[in-house]
């Protein structure tokens, strides 16, 4: 039976992509934008693949490593960044199952891993678990039915046509304010309902295909399961057409388009005869003074959606959403067939490990006690002294940056400074850990299960949040719950105008106490100088040093800027990754602004070193972001994400600054050669 279902999916995605070529394999793939191979796609490259230094650097330094890559069983890609991520992980998994360990975090984690790990408990248990619910939205056949349910405070963590979460005021980061906003659409993006791409087909078939098996699983018949996911889409067809597309997330404006600033009354009256406030407090969030509705106009609307003749297909949505949610939390049957039936229509191979699956599902649900584990077992001194080495410098070289921009005005500039000199570090660890120590759930030898302790850690989550609503935010305090460390990241936060570089992210390849000064450099430093570059970029320059949303520019110099930003936006707007692509620069130019910045950075710290090895620190950049991943992934992560693709991090970064070009040799009508006048920066 499992045979014939992946083979039936398998031609799905042949129909999928039989549309047109989604990538092209002729003779190790095709350069479609003039300048390089989209080197990142696995099959594009091979061994007859030309790879020059100064044509493409990034494919002449991975080229070995690209022919001898194999994507992991179960994964999507690999490369540097996945490979420090499995080191990550191993550690993790190991401080899970460690039964050596104490103190309370041990203990939430190691109930909870046993109530993950122990199939057959959870086989005994099977779908049962999860009938009431499924039972409770089936009785649901009128809008009073509807809203009772919606409106009950035992249904808390249950999806509604909205988001609530609890966050900083973007006006007044000083305060914690409940952000009311769209809900997560199966497709993405809203526009995917009305002119559906490569990406979209991708997601709809995934949704349809795992979400009508779960519905098979949990009672219903096949035709019964069709009729649901039909309504679900119905329904969502129905919000997106008062959704924003997510191009608009990436518009010059898009921040000072979502500070709409409502009182409860007024919150009531935008939504109507939509019992949205009824539903605020049945989520388990307290009413507040104001709320923050990045979109109203879809809020609004709610009151003409939420009406009688909707009810199946409203009701259809909020079971479809239900049975995809479980689908990792019940028996191993319904575990096993929906991931091989998402990873045949992603393309991916084998299947994820049992230690990985247990470890991903405790990180959903107790990411800051298996946080603080990782911090004990594994975070030193040595390590957060070297960040704030490096981010000292960081700052120092960004301050004469800024000082020497001779397109910035004084006034500005000044400011500038001020927002850089005042920035938050956050390196590696926080001085006080998270305490979880109100948490706890039954286990499995008291009868519990992982959707009891689920409903107990969604309760938890939401007190937390509750308790913030209106109260002082702590500048200086490290939220892991937001921000865990054990993670291959790194980041800004506007709202506090900070810089978190992460524990995660400190081993293997990217970062060793005993690199070359060069590599590190290469590796954790870029990463370090993205973060503070991100404080200038076309959103992070919209707030100010204190993290609310201001113009502290003037006009000219704001001016100057939109146009320094629309030129690199123009340029990636040039880049066609595989035939048929369309490629946004505008959805990567903060990211790609942040690239620029962070080597602007690195190589300044450079010039004041002594004999320092350029080579190694080009050669080491380079090999940071080598990656080979599925056609499907790349599909859609081009679609989605705001960083551009990693062959142009590395080549697309390099090729504008003098120090490769003249170190290299590199000349016009070399593939890396880019005229100065042609070049694009910001800082």
């Given at each position: 039976?499992?045979?014939?279902?992946?083979?039936?999916?398998?031609?799905?995605?042949?129909?999928?992509?039989?549309?047109?070529?989604?990538?092209?394999?002729a003779e190790g793939g095709t350069i479609l934008d003039g300048r390089w191979l989209c080197a990142d796609i696995k099959g594009n490259v091979t061994g007859d693949t030309p790879a020059e230094l100064k044509d493409d650097f990034g494919l002449f330094v991975n080229k070995d490593w690209i022919l001898q890559a194999e994507?992991?069983?179960?994964?999507?890609?690999?490369?540097?960044?996945?490979?420090?991520?499995?080191?990550?992980?191993?550690?993790?998994?190991?401080?899970?199952?460690?039964?050596?360990?104490?103190?309370?975090?041990?203990?939430?984690?190691?109930?909870?891993?046993?109530?993950?790990?122990?199939?057959?408990?959870?086989?005994?248990?099977?779908?049962?678990?999860?009938?009431?619910?499924?039972?409770?939205?089936?009785?649901?056949?009128?809008?009073?039915?509807?809203?009772?349910?919606?409106?009950?405070?035992?249904?808390?963590?249950?999806?509604?046509?909205?988001?609530?979460?609890?966050?900083?005021?973007?006006?007044?980061?000083?305060?914690?304010?409940?952000?009311?906003?769209?809900?997560?659409?199966?497709?993405?993006?809203?526009?995917?309902?009305?002119?559906?791409?490569?990406?979209?087909?991708?997601?709809?078939?995934?949704?349809?295909?795992?979400?009508?098996?779960?519905?098979?699983?949990?009672?219903?018949?096949?035709?019964?399961?069709?009729?649901?996911?039909?309504?679900?889409?119905?329904?969502?067809?129905?919000?997106?057409?008062?959704?924003?597309?997510?191009?608009?997330?990436?518009?010059?404006?898009?921040?000072?388009?979502?500070?709409?600033?409502?009182?409860?009354?007024?919150?009531?009256?935008?939504?109507?005869?939509?019992?949205?406030?009824?539903?605020?407090?049945?989520?388990?969030?307290?009413?507040?003074?104001?709320?923050?509705?990045?979109?109203?106009?879809y809020v609004a609307a709610l009151q003409d959606l939420y009406i009688e003749e909707n009810v199946p297909l409203m009701r259809d949505w909020l079971t479809l959403k239900e049975a995809n949610d479980l689908a990792k939390l019940l028996d191993q049957e319904t575990y096993q067939q929906t991931q091989a039936i998402s990873?045949?229509?992603?393309?991916?191979?084998?299947?994820?490990?049992?230690?990985?699956?247990?470890?991903?599902?405790?990180?959903?649900?107790?990411?800051?006690?298996?946080?603080?584990?990782?911090?004990?077992?594994?975070?030193?001194?040595?390590?957060?002294?070297?960040?704030?080495?490096?981010?000292?410098?960081?700052?120092?070289?960004?301050?004469?940056?800024?000082?020497?921009?001779?397109?910035?005005?004084?006034?500005?500039?000044?400011?500038?400074?001020?927002?850089?000199?005042?920035?938050?570090?956050?390196?590696?660890?926080?001085?006080?850990?998270?305490?979880?120590?109100?948490?706890?759930?039954?286990?499995?030898?008291?009868?519990?299960?992982?959707?009891?302790?689920?409903?107990?850690?969604?309760?938890?989550?939401?007190?937390?949040?509750?308790?913030?609503?209106?109260?002082?935010?702590?500048?200086?305090?490290?939220?892991?719950?937001?921000?865990?460390?054990?993670?291959?990241?790194?980041?800004?936060?506007?709202?506090?105008?900070?810089?978190?570089?992460?524990?995660?992210?400190?081993?293997?390849?990217?970062?060793?106490?005993?690199?070359?000064?060069?590599?590190?450099?290469?590796?954790?430093?870029?990463?370090?100088?993205?973060?503070?570059?991100?404080?200038?970029?076309?959103?992070?320059?919209?707030?100010?040093?204190?993290?609310?949303?201001?113009?502290?520019?003037?006009?000219?110099?704001?001016?100057?800027?939109?146009?320094?930003?629309?030129?690199?936006?123009?340029?990636?707007?040039?880049?066609?990754?595989?035939?048929?692509?369309?490629?946004?620069?505008?959805?990567?130019?903060?990211?790609?602004?942040?690239?620029?910045?962070?080597?602007?950075?690195?190589?300044?710290?450079?010039?004041?070193?002594?004999?320092?090895?350029?080579?190694?620190?080009?050669?080491?950049?380079?090999?940071?972001?080598?990656?080979?991943?599925?056609?499907?992934?790349?599909?859609?992560?081009?679609?989605?994400?705001?960083?551009p693709m990693r062959y142009q991090r590395i080549n697309a970064t390099l090729a504008q600054f003098d120090e490769f070009i003249d170190y290299y040799h590199i000349q016009p009508g070399d593939g890396m050669y880019i005229a100065p006048e042609d070049r694009v920066s910001v800082w």
């Open positions: 039976m499992m045979r014939m279902m992946k083979k039936a999916l398998s031609l799905l995605l042949c129909v999928l992509l039989a549309s047109g070529p989604v990538w092209i394999f994507i992991p069983s179960g994964e999507s890609k690999t490369g540097m960044i996945e490979d420090v991520s499995r080191i990550l992980k191993d550690r993790q998994i190991a401080l899970m199952k460690d039964t050596s360990l104490t103190g309370h975090d041990a203990e939430l984690v190691q109930k909870f891993y046993r109530l993950v790990s122990d199939w057959d408990y959870r086989n005994t248990l099977g779908v049962a678990p999860a009938m009431p619910i499924m039972e409770a939205f089936r009785s649901i056949d009128s809008l009073e039915a509807l809203t009772a349910f919606l409106c009950d405070r035992n249904n808390n963590g249950r999806y509604y046509p909205l988001t609530m979460v609890v966050d900083t005021d973007l006006l007044n980061p000083n305060i914690y304010i409940t952000m009311i906003d769209t809900p997560e659409l199966m497709l993405q993006d809203s526009a995917e309902y009305t002119q559906r791409t490569q990406a979209g087909e991708l997601y709809y078939a995934k949704c349809q295909q795992v979400g009508t098996y779960m519905l098979t699983r949990l009672g219903f018949s096949e035709d019964e399961a069709a009729q649901v996911f039909g309504n679900a889409y119905a329904f969502e067809a129905l919000m997106a057409q008062h959704i924003k597309p997510q191009a608009a997330r990436y518009r010059e404006d898009y921040y000072a388009s979502i500070l709409n600033h409502y009182t409860p009354d007024e919150l009531q009256v935008l939504a109507g005869d939509f019992p949205i406030l009824k539903m605020i407090e049945a989520y388990g969030l307290k009413i507040g003074k104001n709320y923050l509705v990045p979109e109203p106009d990873n045949t229509i992603m393309g991916i191979t084998g299947e994820t490990s049992e230690d990985d699956y247990a470890l991903d599902t405790v990180l959903d649900y107790l990411v800051v006690p298996m946080d603080n584990l990782y911090i004990q077992a594994y975070c030193t001194e040595q390590q957060r002294q070297d960040m704030l080495d490096i981010i000292g410098d960081s700052l120092r070289i960004y301050r004469r940056i800024l000082e020497s921009a001779d397109w910035l005005g004084d006034e500005t500039r000044a400011k500038a400074i001020e927002k850089l000199d005042t920035m938050r570090v956050f390196a590696v660890y926080p001085d006080q850990l998270g305490d979880w120590s109100g948490l706890d759930f039954s286990g499995a030898d008291e009868g519990g299960s992982l959707l009891t302790a689920e409903a107990a850690v969604n309760e938890f989550r939401l007190t937390l949040q509750s308790k913030q609503i209106d109260t002082s935010v702590d500048m200086d305090e490290w939220n892991q719950l937001i921000t865990p460390t054990a993670q291959v990241n790194a980041s800004y936060g506007f709202n506090n105008n900070s810089i978190n570089i992460l524990a995660g992210f400190l081993c293997g390849g990217i970062y060793d106490e005993n690199m070359s000064y060069e590599q590190k450099l290469g590796g954790i430093g870029t990463v370090i100088g993205h973060e503070i570059s991100h404080a200038f970029d076309n959103e992070g320059s919209q707030f100010d040093i204190d993290g609310a949303l201001s113009n502290w520019w003037t006009d000219e110099d704001r001016a100057a800027f939109q146009a320094r930003a629309a030129k690199l936006a123009a340029w990636f707007n040039g880049f066609i990754p595989w035939e048929g692509a369309k490629y946004s620069g505008q959805q990567v130019q903060g990211e790609a602004i942040a690239d620029l910045g962070s080597m602007k950075c690195m190589l300044a710290i450079a010039a004041q070193q002594e004999n320092f090895d350029y080579d190694a620190f080009f050669r080491h950049y380079a090999a940071l972001w080598r990656t080979q991943a599925l056609p499907a992934y790349i599909i859609t992560k081009v679609a989605e994400d705001v960083h």
